[in-house]
């Protein structure tokens, strides 16, 4: 079997809720405030070792109170911490999350994610049949760094550009597989497109995209509660979603991200990973939290069985 390698971002999440989003210089009546460990790299690791998968998590924490109960949630999850390094002179990361009818508006705080570098990624070594997987909440020259060692180690690479931000052709080439949600893949192909739209109109977003700056890639567009459409060499692999009642959807993606990564680890091929991943994510919407919501392996095989 693979191991997972995870080089990015841990968070702890402030939750609000409330009714209804405010609008620009509204103040609206919240219901309840909660903390939640997340950040993208943290919850990816999380959903890939509740797997069984061998997860290793490269990144940096605060010496502050978020930063002790990150690492003790992490270390309980059981991805491997040895290549988290605690930094003085900044906090832990911060995410101010609202939620409102199952929807969330996010406002991330990187703190000591903007300190992970190059050296950080340089220290785990990887190997053939491993998968590497990154996101944008990390300095995006210490992503480049770390998928060309993972290259030259023959890992399979994972990109989750989210936050979506402008990239170079030279960080994309080095991906194997690209994972993205509508609003990432429309600003990274210039392209308007919204939840309800058709999957062909993703479809043909997604092959300009393979076609143009990360030619001979997959591109996986996650399409939340309709499912995920894969583009594979220009032909389309569809895996329908799954109707669940949604409570929260913050670490949906996440998950996914993290679950998919599990299954390539283990020798899984992609259709059997997508569908997997799927049913991962359709659990954990179900839960209040980023990174505690992940399923376990039981969970996701008592739904594919």
Same mark, same amino acid.
């Given at each position: 079997?693979?191991?997972?390698?995870?080089?990015?971002?841990?968070?702890?999440?402030?939750?609000?809720?409330?009714?209804?989003?405010?609008?620009?210089?509204?103040?609206?009546?919240?219901?309840?405030?909660?903390?939640?460990?997340?950040?993208?790299?943290?919850?990816?690791?999380?959903?890939?070792?509740?797997?069984?998968?061998?997860?290793?998590?490269?990144?940096?924490?605060?010496?502050?109170?978020?930063?002790?109960?990150?690492?003790?949630?992490?270390?309980?999850?059981?991805?491997?911490?040895?290549?988290?390094?605690?930094?003085?002179?900044?906090?832990?990361?911060?995410?101010?999350?609202?939620?409102?009818?199952?929807?969330?508006?996010?406002?991330?705080?990187?703190?000591?994610?903007?300190?992970?570098?190059?050296?950080?990624?340089?220290?785990?070594?990887?190997?053939?049949?491993?998968?590497?997987?990154?996101?944008?909440?990390?300095?995006?020259?210490?992503?480049?760094?770390?998928?060309?060692?993972?290259?030259?180690?023959?890992?399979?690479?994972?990109?989750?550009?989210?936050?979506?931000?402008?990239?170079?052709?030279?960080?994309?080439?080095?991906?194997?597989?690209?994972?993205?949600?509508?609003?990432?893949?429309?600003?990274?192909?210039?392209?308007?497109? /919204?939840?309800? !739209?058709?999957?062909?109109?993703?479809?043909?977003?997604? $092959?300009? &995209? %393979?076609?143009?700056?990360?030619? @001979? =890639?997959?591109?996986?567009?996650?399409?939340?509660?309709?499912?995920?459409?894969?583009?594979?060499?220009?032909?389309?692999?569809?895996?329908?979603?799954?109707?669940? /009642?949604?409570? !929260?959807?913050?670490?949906?993606?996440?998950?996914?991200? $993290?679950? &998919? %990564?599990?299954?390539?680890?283990? @020798? =899984?091929?992609?259709?059997?990973?997508?569908?997997?991943?799927?049913?991962?994510?359709?659990?954990?919407?179900?839960?209040?939290?980023?990174?505690?919501?992940?399923?376990?392996?039981?969970?996701?095989?008592?739904?594919?069985?």
């Amino acid at each position: 079997m693979g191991r997972v390698f995870v080089a990015g971002s841990i968070n702890m999440d402030v939750v609000a809720t409330a009714e209804r989003h405010p609008r620009i210089g509204e103040t609206v009546a919240g219901d309840s405030v909660l903390y939640f460990p997340g950040g993208k790299g943290a919850n990816q690791a999380v959903a890939s070792a509740k797997q069984g998968v061998p997860t290793t998590l490269v990144g940096r924490l605060g010496t502050d109170a978020f930063g002790r109960e990150l690492r003790s949630f992490l270390a309980a999850q059981g991805v491997e911490l040895a290549f988290v390094k605690d930094t003085t002179g900044t906090h832990s990361g911060t995410a101010i999350i609202t939620i409102a009818n199952a929807d969330n508006t996010i406002v991330v705080v990187p703190g000591a994610n903007a300190r992970v570098d190059a050296d950080d990624v340089a220290a785990p070594t990887l190997a053939t049949g491993d998968v590497a997987v990154s996101q944008f909440e990390i300095p995006l020259p210490t992503i480049s760094a770390f998928f060309k060692r993972a290259r030259a180690a023959g890992a399979t690479t994972i990109l989750n550009p989210a936050p979506a931000k402008k990239v170079d052709a030279a960080l994309l080439d080095l991906v194997d597989i690209l994972i993205l949600n509508e609003t990432e893949l429309g600003f990274l192909t210039g392209t308007e497109l /919204k939840d309800s !739209d058709a999957p062909a109109r993703f479809a043909e977003a997604a $092959g300009s &995209l %393979a076609q143009g700056k990360i030619e @001979g =890639k997959i591109v996986c567009v996650t399409l939340g509660k309709r499912g995920v459409l894969a583009l594979v060499d220009g032909e389309q692999m569809l895996v329908p979603g799954r109707a669940v /009642k949604a409570v !929260d959807t913050t670490g949906a993606g996440d998950c996914f991200v $993290g679950a &998919l %990564a599990s299954q390539l680890a283990g @020798g =899984k091929t992609l259709r059997d990973a997508l569908v997997y991943a799927n049913i991962a994510a359709s659990i954990c919407v179900q839960r209040m939290g980023a990174a505690p919501s992940m399923p376990t392996a039981e969970e996701v095989k008592a739904i594919v069985t």
